[in-house]
């Protein structure tokens, strides 16, 4: 397993960001509930700047190549869990099949509960942005955002969409859900990054 717990380096000598609070639990937060999903008619597209638009289910989705990651979470809310094993397919993968237009910048995900959060590309193509579906070996509980979601360690957790269906390639820099309503673009959780 890779363990990428000590990415904080780059940026502070503390594992623990400022103003977080650790804890052992994993809460549960979402906008509006969990969504239900059918496995046979979910689909997980990839559109936008790109060569290849190109859709998969879930079972095509999870014969990509997958690794597992133990990274830290941090809620903008405020609490921290370290130590969390995510298994996934690196984010690079997709757009290795995707052949992503030279123009493309950023990154939208979209997600079955409405949510949508904007990356910029290079931050993307870190080696710890995952399509995770598994969590501590088990499959990825619904409500933490099976069967499908994204995780960003080296932002707070909202930049990571769960129930993540799609990804659309962006020439211009576009706001996510809680980007539009105060929250950073930026969310880097050592500078503080909540507020916009
Ligand atoms: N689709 C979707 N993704 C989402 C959210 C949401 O409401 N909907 N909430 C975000 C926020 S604010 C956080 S902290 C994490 C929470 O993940 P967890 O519920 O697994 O702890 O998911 C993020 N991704
Ligand atoms: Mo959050």
């Not at 999903?37 to 790109?50: D, H, I, L, T, Y």
């Amino acid at each position: 397993m890779k363990d990428v717990t000590d990415l904080y380096q780059s940026y502070s000598d503390d594992r623990l960001p400022p103003g977080q609070r650790e804890t052992d639990r994993f809460p549960v937060l979402s906008k509006s509930g969990t969504p239900s999903w059918n496995p046979s008619e979910w689909a997980f597209e990839v559109w936008g700047a790109v060569e290849e638009q190109f859709s998969l289910s879930y079972d095509e989705f999870c014969e990509l190549p997958s690794e597992t990651q133990l990274q830290d979470f941090h809620c903008v809310t405020g609490w921290s869990k370290f130590d969390c094993q995510f298994t996934g397919v690196r984010f690079e993968t997709i757009t290795e099949r995707a052949e992503v237009a030279d123009d493309a910048v950023h990154v939208m995900f979209h997600a079955l509960d409405g949510y949508t959060t904007d990356l910029t590309l290079e931050e993307c193509m870190r080696e710890e942005v995952l399509f995770v579906y598994e969590y501590d070996g088990e499959e990825l509980p619904a409500d933490h955002g099976g069967p499908l979601r994204v995780v960003t360690p080296h932002k707070y957790a909202y930049k990571g969409a769960k129930w993540v269906t799609g990804v659309e390639f962006l020439t211009e820099h576009e706001l996510g859900y809680w980007e539009r309503r105060g929250y950073s673009d930026t969310a880097n959780p050592w500078n503080e990054e909540r507020y916009s």
